[in-house]
């Protein structure tokens, strides 16, 4: 009965999956009285249907956008100072232990970050979204990735780093897309669609879609249309 249930929920959340037969009734339901405190947590503070995990930190909340059945693991800040609007898609989830920040130095502020519907992020991960990131639909990534999407000038060798500044192109991902655990993002990183990134990559280029890349730097490994 219970499992029904759980398989009914799934459902009007837009899951497609079926629950595995093999899978304890108790274990489902830990999951769902979770998921309840956390709906609770979200009704509370934001007013919205927007799942928060434990001492989850949400600033300038009235900047930030957040899509249905969003989850913010525990233990997660999101800075939601930003020149654009931040926006969470339907059933986005960004997992526990991770920091989204935007304005990182009060010399400039912060662009902001999207994520599109079904995306998520694993747990540990940092966006550092103050030239802007952008992540597509259906996107799912592992533990540990983070995003930096802005560069230090380093030109003037008579000058100190941390005093010349920085530039910033932004990073986009789009849609469709596989991201393995402990994978970095430079500045100016564009994936187009149907893409995988292997595990521990350092991404720094534009790449097409319908690719495999990995390695440091990352780079083409192997095409999915043409399985070469």
Known sequence: MLKALFQKLLA???KTYTIDASIPS?????NLWSRF???????LRLQQKVFLGK???ILNAKNISFGTNTTIGSYTKIDGYAAEKLKFGV???IGSYGFVSCTSHFSKYGKGFTMGSNSAMGDYCQVGAAG???IGNDVIMGSYISFHSENHNFNMPDVLIREQGTTS???ELGNNIWVGAKVTFLDGSQIADNTVVAAGAVVNGVFPPNVIIGGVPAKILKSITNNE
């Not at 405190?37 to 009704?43: A, H, K, V």
């Open 12 to 14: 009007k959340a837009g």
């Open 26 to 30: 108790k274990l489902l339901f830990m």
């Open 37 to 43: 405190f956390m709906l609770f947590r979200g009704l």
């Open 55 to 57: 001492s989850t930190t």
């Open 91 to 93: 059933n986005s989830k």
């Open 132 to 134: 802007g990131v952008t």
């Open 169 to 171: 192109k932004g990073i």
